[in-house]
């Protein structure tokens, strides 16, 4: 399939493609004239590149769950660790949500004089914890 069907099945723009390419991360398997031709399992390996990145994943990160042959070879361990990132974003944008919800409906004459506030004013200066990055 050409370029413009890649496009057309996947709403990926023609530069995202081109970028995955030259990334590594998909392969064409040639040209028609002037456009990229795609092998049809490229569909599949976009989809799972699709799902790395709404996970979080960088790009190298999902480039290293393919074999040199294409196919997915994922490290179960690193999707722990990804899930339990994603637990901790959770936990601070829920505490995060509560405390705009309580905000927005305080009785105190002054946000600044509102202690769930002051907590949310206090959390929102620490510095967020690092999440471990592993390639």
């Known amino acids: 399939m050409d370029i413009g069907e890649v496009v057309e099945k996947t709403?990926?723009?023609?530069s995202?493609?081109?970028?995955?390419?030259?990334?590594?991360?998909?392969q064409s398997t040639g040209r028609q004239g002037l456009r990229r031709v795609f092998d049809a399992s490229v569909l599949q390996r976009l989809s799972l590149i699709a799902?790395?990145?709404?996970?979080?994943?960088?790009l190298d990160e999902i480039a290293a769950m393919f074999t040199a042959?294409?196919?997915?070879n994922i490290d179960r361990q690193q999707l722990v660790?990804?899930?339990?990132?994603?637990d901790q974003t959770i936990q601070e944008l829920t505490a995060m949500r509560d405390g705009l919800?309580?905000?927005a409906h305080c009785k105190a004459p002054s946000h600044l004089e509102c202690p769930?506030?002051?907590?949310l004013l206090r959390a929102a200066g620490k510095p967020r914890r690092k999440k471990n990055r592993h390639p």
């Not at 709403?11 to 023609?14: E, F, K, M, T, V």
């Not at 042959?69 to 997915?72: A, I, K, L, N, S």
């Open 116 to 119: 769930t506030f002051q907590r």
């Open 101 to 103: 919800r309580h905000a």
């Open 11 to 14: 709403g990926l723009p023609p």
């Open 81 to 86: 660790r990804k899930a339990d990132e994603i």
């Open 51 to 58: 799902l790395g990145r709404r996970a979080g994943f960088r």
């Open 16 to 26: 995202t493609l081109r970028y995955y390419e030259e990334k590594g991360l998909i």
């Open 69 to 72: 042959d294409g196919r997915p």
